[in-house]
């Protein structure tokens, strides 16, 4: 029995497969159970959201269920996550405490906590997520962490899967300029999953912009051993060629990882060329184009792309609703 829901690797392919069969079901109304009826879920943000909160508020209800948004130092009480800590600080619960009083009163606990951007070192252990886990007997569902953003790639999934069905495609994931570093979970994790679905995956970036190297191993195993591949690049003229898949986001460099101005000032260089244009689409196969969304127009993509029927970042917003559905009823029962 699976207890938590924190990355996708945690599961086999054919488990991952099952919770995108449920969730396809869930969204032609297939399946109209309610697994959560009596039953309260407590979604924990320690940063701002649209499409989790609402999908997963939405979900719980839809499940029969009530949920319970709680946000650390705004609506509850700040925390503190460190072991063996003198609270004489600004921190007033401990997340000990927190959790052990939570999981009294709920039957899930999600948890949304972005990487801070400081300490790579540090982030990349999940330092709050991994509290949650070990003081929680309770499943965690992970909302977004510092390396993982496992529902959102879920949903991209099967968002994938409604247009090509089961075939092998050609995928992209291309960094994007962005006017400062953002967090790694959304490209983590979308290139953990396509690996794990057996999908032909090409990451561009430039350099120094390079995935968690222990992750890119796991990822290029993960590819192998279900039979796809990895391919990554620097030359973004290229990257293009022949795809079928689009996925862009950008995130921060590790060697300017807490150093976010030197970052900011690097990057510029690639302002005009790391972007997402009709240009770039007219080299691929008719590829559709992914976002996580929130995304900068102009920015990461142009408004011709994202506006083309080619287009698909409406159905990903969508599917986190099915996908979080399928996820939560696998785990209450």
């Not at 309770?138 to 069905?165: V, W, Y």
Request: net charge negative; proline share 4%; aromatic share 8%.
């Amino acid at each position: 029995m699976i207890k938590n829901f924190l990355k996708t690797s945690d599961f086999s392919r054919a488990e991952l497969e099952e919770i995108i069969e449920s969730a396809a079901q869930f969204k032609k109304g297939e399946l109209t159970g309610k697994p959560l009826s009596g039953k309260s879920v407590a979604l924990v943000f320690f940063n701002p959201s649209l499409r989790t909160r609402a999908s997963m508020q939405v979900g719980i209800y839809d499940l029969g269920g009530n949920s319970v948004i709680l946000e650390p130092g705004n609506t509850s009480w700040t925390l503190e996550h460190r072991e063996n800590v003198v609270m004489d600080s600004d921190k007033t619960e401990h997340l000990k405490e927190f959790v052990g009083v939570l999981e009294r009163y709920v039957s899930l606990i999600g948890v949304r906590t972005f990487a801070e951007l400081k300490d790579w070192n540090l982030e990349r252990t999940e330092p709050i997520l991994s509290a949650f886990e070990k003081y929680s007997t309770k499943p965690i569902i992970n909302l977004e962490s510092a390396m993982h953003h496992p529902c959102q790639s879920m949903a991209d999934m099967l968002t994938i899967r409604e247009r090509f069905g089961k075939q092998r495609k050609k995928v992209l994931l291309t960094w994007a300029w962005h006017p400062k570093p953002l967090p790694m979970a959304v490209p983590n994790s979308f290139a953990l999953a396509a690996a794990q679905f057996g999908h032909d995956l090409r990451i561009a970036h430039p350099k120094g912009y390079e995935l968690d190297a222990e992750l890119t191993a796991e990822i290029e195993r993960q590819a192998n051993e279900n039979g796809g591949s990895l391919e990554i690049t620097n030359e973004i003229d290229e990257a293009f060629d022949n795809v079928e898949v689009v996925y862009a986001k950008s995130w921060g460099s590790f060697q300017h990882y807490g150093n976010a101005d030197q970052d900011i000032r690097e990057r510029e260089i690639y302002r005009e060329k790391w972007i997402v244009d009709a240009a770039k689409m007219q080299k691929t196969n008719d590829a559709i184009f992914m976002h996580c969304l929130p995304v900068r127009r102009n920015v990461i993509v142009t408004d011709a792309v994202i506006d083309s029927a080619n287009s698909v970042v409406l159905d990903e917003a969508e599917n986190r609703l099915h996908v979080q559905k399928a996820i939560m009823a696998k785990l209450i029962n």
